[in-house]
């Protein structure tokens, strides 16, 4: 078990410096010198000067490197050039209210999917099965924005039932889940019909396996088949795959967070697209990538709970 | 494995690298592709609706009732009336027609990028699995990598950085679009290059590129084809959240995404600005859907033949 965890701790350490590097390319690769495009084709090159020295620009590529890196473990990610205060402090003002989200999104997310997608498999090609089968698509098939805009008209325009904006920052528990109803239901919605297609597959995998027949012809009820044998081999896939679209959660939290005029990282990082906040997006994307990296591991270790034999493998 | 691996009498007797063989690949291909698509009506439908829509955007100029682009202050945010079938926007310009002339932004980007992305992904998963070894784990790791990066973000930043013009957003969605593809074609390689044709082909000095080109890649060419299916829809999907967060096709040129961003500023009192063309998208990546993924279900072999 140790040995497991430690292989996949070290695994998740090289993906992060490896999609550190990635992001520090990025950044400098693409054309354009971030200097003259925050100042615009007027500046003097004075002004561009410096700002590049502030940026720490004018220094050797390596350097610059190794200045990034050190910068990333140090919890030194820059100063924002809009506010002017240290990216990573405007980060985790907002990061818990993204992570409430998402978070909550998740498990309404699995809530509805799994028991819908493990039900769809049981009575394949049963009509029930066609209605989730189509609905789950057209689940998937809504851009997270377009659903977040009709929601809101309809339930928090039209009907009232939910505040149009959420600020995110009520003080109350019935304020806060108030905030979150609406943007947690689109989101949550949308995971529901990725994890209902995954959790209908898997189980139909499961379900074409020599185990259930040979428990089939034991006489087992079939309830505890389903119970016992079936749902916890259905659960690996999911869990995997609900770990890969966590790019997809937090691509749609963005445009949810927007819509809902949310506080967040979504609305962090349209801000400085907007204001050409370089040092600002260099911060985000160093955060996502964290994420990603960490969720990823969390789903490795979560699969060797769920399945005793990856241990040993 | 595939469908279009079933043996064809007449792939059989022609001679590979000829022009004969060359069409008896494709034309196993095709029935290949029939058989699934008929293994799966809901396909068709979606085969149906995305035509429709294609030739709509390809018409765009001719059957469009008014100038996507032209203003009209006296006619700003009119409901829907026999005039302007949708209504009109806070310029005057008329709905339906902006949707007409959208499609075709949407469709070329989406188009254009998932090929780009098909083609360049494709490449690199067929070599990395027909290689294997260490090509195979450096390759596949780095495509992991890109992978895990959320794509949206990716798309933001590279347009953010390149400016919103339609070759860089095509760029940014084709470079999201990359690992996914790289991942589906090597799957099958692994089988396929076991096979004892590619060993045959291998013992009569046939080159790397070869069997690549000629042996395998028409044997994944079905998988590879249907993912194409579901990722334009994705593509169509990334394109218009771009635009409305405000990174698509500058303004005034009609684009689903920037119609719905400029809609929702008055979705209080004219709901149908945005509507029209949230329901455009839902249709397109809906249909592409439907598409890719009755034909998954058919050529899918562990699905297939139960139930």
């Given at each position: ?10 695994f ?7 999609v ?6 990025i ?5 354009g010198d ?7 084709d007027?500046?003097s090159?004075?002004?561009i000067?410096?700002?590049r ?36 402090g405007e ?8 992570l409430?989200l ?23 090609n ?9 609905v789950?698509?057209l ?7 377009v ?15 939910f ?13 806060r889940?108030s ?14 019909a ?73 609305r962090?990082?349209?801000?400085a697209?907007?204001?050409r ?35 040993y493998? | 494995?595939s469908?279009p691996?079933?043996?064809?009498v ?24 029939l ?12 085969l ?41 926007d ?10 007409l002339h ?8 989406g188009?254009?990028?998932i090929?780009v ?15 294997g ?7 596949m790791q780095?495509?992991?990598?890109l ?30 679009a ?33 069997l ?8 994944i ?7 194409g299916?579901l990722w ?6 990334v ?8 990174l698509?096709?500058?303004p ?6 920037g ?30 859907n439907?598409l ?16």
């Amino acid at each position: 078990m140790s040995g497991f965890v430690l292989r996949r701790v070290g695994f998740a350490c090289i993906t992060l410096l490896a999609v550190l590097t990635i992001v520090f390319f990025i950044v400098r690769i693409l054309p354009g010198d971030p200097a003259m495009v925050i100042l615009g084709d007027q500046a003097s090159q004075q002004a561009i000067d410096s700002l590049r020295a502030r940026l720490g620009l004018d220094q050797p590529l390596p350097v610059q490197y190794v200045q990034f890196m050190a910068g990333v473990f140090a919890g030194d990610w820059g100063t924002s050039l809009v506010s002017g205060r240290p990216v990573i402090g405007e980060i985790l003002k907002v990061l818990p209210a993204t992570l409430e989200l998402t978070l909550a999104a998740l498990v309404l997310g699995a809530a509805v999917g799994i028991p819908l997608g493990v039900w769809s498999a049981i009575r394949r090609n049963s009509v029930p099965d066609y209605v989730i089968r189509l609905v789950s698509l057209l689940g998937l098939s809504f851009p997270a924005f377009v659903s977040a805009v009709l929601l809101l008209f309809a339930f928090a325009i039209e009907l009232r039932w939910f505040p149009v904006m959420s600020s995110g920052r009520g003080t109350t528990l019935g304020e806060r889940l108030s905030d979150l109803a609406l943007p947690a239901i689109n989101l949550g919605l949308i995971m529901a019909a990725y994890i209902t297609r995954v959790a209908r597959s898997a189980m139909l995998e499961v379900l074409g396996q020599d185990y259930v027949r040979t428990a089939k012809a034991k006489g087992i009820a079939y309830a505890t088949i389903i119970r016992r044998h079936c749902l916890r081999n259905t659960m690996i896939p999911v869990v995997t795959v609900v770990g890969l679209y966590l790019g997809i959660l937090i691509g749609n939290s963005v445009l949810t967070e927007i819509v809902f005029n949310r506080p967040g990282l979504g609305r962090l990082i349209v801000g400085a697209l907007n204001q050409r906040d370089y040092p600002m997006l260099q911060g985000m994307m160093v955060i996502y990538t964290l994420l990603v990296v960490v969720v990823n591991l969390g789903t490795d270790l979560t699969y060797g709970l769920i399945d005793p034999r990856i241990k040993y493998s | 494995m595939s469908v279009p691996d079933a043996p064809s009498v007449s792939k059989a007797t022609a001679a590979p690298g000829t022009a004969a063989y060359a069409r008896a690949s494709l034309g196993a291909l095709g029935a290949g592709l029939l058989k699934a698509f008929n293994a799966n009506k809901t396909s068709w439908v979606g085969l149906g609706v995305f035509a429709i829509v294609c030739i709509a955007a390809l018409l765009a100029p001719w059957i469009a009732p008014h100038d996507p682009l032209d203003q009209n202050i006296l006619k700003r945010l009119k409901p829907p009336s026999a005039e302007f079938w949708l209504g009109t926007d806070a310029f005057g310009r008329d709905i339906l027609s902006r949707i007409l002339h959208g499609a075709r932004i949407s469709l070329a980007i989406g188009l254009v990028s998932i090929t780009v992305a098909l083609v360049i992904g494709t490449a690199i998963g067929l070599v990395a699995g027909y290689f294997g070894g260490r090509t195979d784990i450096v390759v596949m790791q780095t495509m992991d990598v890109l992978l895990a990066f959320p794509s949206l973000i990716l798309g933001l930043i590279v347009v953010a950085m390149l400016g919103p013009s339609v070759g860089n957003i095509i760029i940014a969605i084709a470079l999201t679009a990359i690992p996914p593809f790289a991942r589906i074609a090597r799957a099958p390689t692994i089988v396929v290059k076991e096979r004892e044709y590619i060993e045959a082909g291998r013992s009569l000095g046939y080159s790397h590129v070869r069997l690549m080109g000629g042996h395998i890649l028409p044997n994944i060419l079905p998988e590879v084809l249907v993912m194409g299916s579901l990722w334009m829809a994705t593509a169509i999907r990334v394109e218009a959240s771009l635009a409305f967060i405000g990174l698509g096709v500058s303004p005034p040129t009609a684009t689903w995404g920037g119609m719905i961003r400029e809609g929702f500023e008055s979705i209080l009192d004219s709901f149908w600005l945005a509507l029209f063309p949230s329901l455009a998208i839902l249709i397109v990546v809906f249909a592409l859907n439907l598409l890719g993924d009755g034909l998954r279900d058919a050529i899918d072999p562990r699905l297939r033949g139960e139930g």
